[in-house]
């Protein structure tokens, strides 16, 4: 079983919805990731949070907005997506970055998304 | 050209043997390399990590080489179990990034 857990495992939301995805981590890691996958593609990395402050934004459209309330838990808020945003939102977390195993991410089981 | 590149595959392994792919990179990308493994429909867990030359860790041999700039997965007596995309990645410590491969796939069959 993972030790990221992600909530919810499916949404399906329309282009006027807004919803939130949710991710959380009890293993003490400091640095927070999301990841986008589309069907036969790779992860494609959207933000990464480190010590609770935005790190890393791929040049993520703003319908997407992540947030980081503490060390355990990473949100990332949808609002008005279009139907090509439909994939598996992946969190992870690892324990630091550029320290320790900087390579070793801990992956939740994803958020599948439709946007119909 | 990309920083990570593999082959997509699939490859068509028949049980018990022996499978090798590689991962090819760019001159910039990466200092040190990672493999993953992700099953259908499930999230990517890590297989092994490579740091200097190379790693071996029970069937799974892994091998770096800087001066051709590609990583080698081996994977010996091949299982059913075993069939899945093989991620390949590159960490960047200029960035602290991750760079994955577009993910070899791998199929054993019986």
């Known amino acids: 079983d993972t030790e990221v857990t992600q909530t919810p495992k499916h949404l399906v939301m329309g282009m006027t919805n807004k919803k939130s995805l949710k991710c959380e981590q009890h293993?003490?890691?400091?640095?927070m990731y999301w990841y986008k996958q589309k069907a036969k593609k790779p992860p494609e990395l959207m933000f990464v949070?480190?010590?609770?402050?935005?790190?890393i934004n791929e040049s993520v459209p703003s319908r997407f907005s992540p947030e980081c309330p503490n060390s355990s838990l990473l949100n990332l808020h949808l609002h008005a997506l279009q139907p090509e945003d439909s994939a598996l939102y992946l969190c992870a977390s690892s324990q630091d970055l550029g320290t320790g195993n900087p390579g070793e991410l801990f992956f939740g089981e994803g958020s599948r998304l439709t946007v119909l | 050209r990309k920083e990570v590149e593999q082959d997509p595959g699939p490859f068509n392994v028949p049980e018990g043997a022996t499978v090798a792919f590689n991962c090819t990179y760019s001159n910039s990308a990466s200092q040190s390399f990672f493999w993953y493994r992700q099953d259908c429909r499930k999230e990517p867990k890590l297989l092994m990590s490579v740091y200097s030359s190379g790693n071996e860790d029970g069937r799974f041999t892994a091998q770096l080489n800087r001066a051709s700039q590609y990583i080698s997965l081996l994977i010996r007596d091949s299982k059913l179990s075993d069939s899945a995309t093989y991620l390949c990645?590159?960490?960047?410590?200029?960035?602290?990034?991750?760079?994955f491969g577009g993910g070899t796939r791998v199929l054993v069959k019986p």
């Open positions: 990645v590159g960490f960047k410590a200029a960035g602290n990034k991750l760079t």
């Open positions: 949070y480190s010590y609770e402050k935005l790190s």
């Open positions: 293993m003490g890691h400091r640095a």
